[in-house]
T-cell receptor
Framework: GAGVSQSPSNKVTEKGKDVELRCDPISGHTALYWYRQRLGQGLEFLIYFQGNSAPDKSGLPSDRFSAERTGESVSTLTIQRTQQEDSAVYLC?????????????FGPGTRLTVL | AQSVTQLGSHVSVSEGALVLLRCNYS??????LFWYVQYPNQGLQLLLKYTSAATLVKGINGFEAEFKKSETSFHLTKPSAHMSDAAEYFCAVSNTGFQKLVFGTGTRLLVSP
């Protein structure tokens, strides 16, 4: 089946604008994750969903960041009042969920540039 | 708190040479450890994972990694590099296996003819 998809692939916005990033996980995957990859750095965890609930949102850097998931499927990451330091590649991953060790499958990412 | 250290942001090898990418971890509980690869303009792909079943783990594309608890290491190796191995490699740790991954900063592998 299809892998994890993300849209848009690229987003350029002006400082202070709000942006929405979308993730479509693999069908049947109950767990969904958002990560951020800044230039030259590793992946930074943002939030984890199990179903539509978010038991771990410890990585969200500020209250400008929020995420939701509906229908145990699509997730949206929203960044309000964007700042230049928000520029990064935002990666979404999905997995089978709270079972034994399972693989996270990653999407291609959304490259966000804040001018 | 968990953390991962990858020594060397860039590693250069010749085609056919041994590949060794280093990863050290810190975890307060027995860890689950992963190596992911990111090819240019592509998403991350799992190479291999350690789940405590065996200390030597074999992955795809001829890569393997050995878990050494005494050294808190999980280094990635491949006996003979191929040009197609040029990519960025990330080591990651998880304390449950199904929740968040904590990643290292990555090592870019360069392979020369």
């Amino acid at each position: 089946g299809a892998g994890v998809s993300q849209s848009p692939s690229n987003k350029v916005t002006e400082k202070g604008k709000d942006v929405e990033l979308r993730c479509d996980p693999i069908s049947g995957h109950t767990a969904l994750y958002w990560y951020r990859q800044r230039l030259g750095q590793g992946l930074e965890f943002l939030i984890y969903f199990q179903g539509n609930s978010a038991p771990d949102k410890s990585g969200l850097p500020s209250d400008r960041f929020s995420a939701e998931r509906t229908g145990e499927s699509v997730s949206t990451l929203t960044i309000q009042r964007t700042q230049q330091e928000d520029s990064a590649v935002y990666l979404c991953a999905s997995s089978l969920g709270d079972r034994d060790v399972n693989e996270q499958f990653f999407g291609p990412g959304t490259r966000l540039t804040v001018l | 708190a968990q953390s991962v250290t990858q020594l060397g942001s860039h590693v250069s090898v010749s085609e056919g040479a041994l590949v060794l990418l280093r990863c050290n971890y810190s975890s307060s509980v027995p860890p689950y450890l992963f190596w992911y690869v990111q090819y240019p303009n592509q998403g991350l792909q799992l190479l291999l994972k350690y789940t405590s079943a065996a200390t030597l783990v074999k992955g795809i594309n001829g890569f393997e990694a050995e878990f050494k608890k005494s050294e808190t290491s999980f280094h990635l190796t491949k006996p003979s590099a191929h040009m197609s191995d040029a990519a960025e490699y990330f080591c990651a740790v998880s304390n449950t296996g199904f929740q968040k991954l904590v990643f290292g900063t990555g090592t870019r592998l360069l392979v020369s003819p």
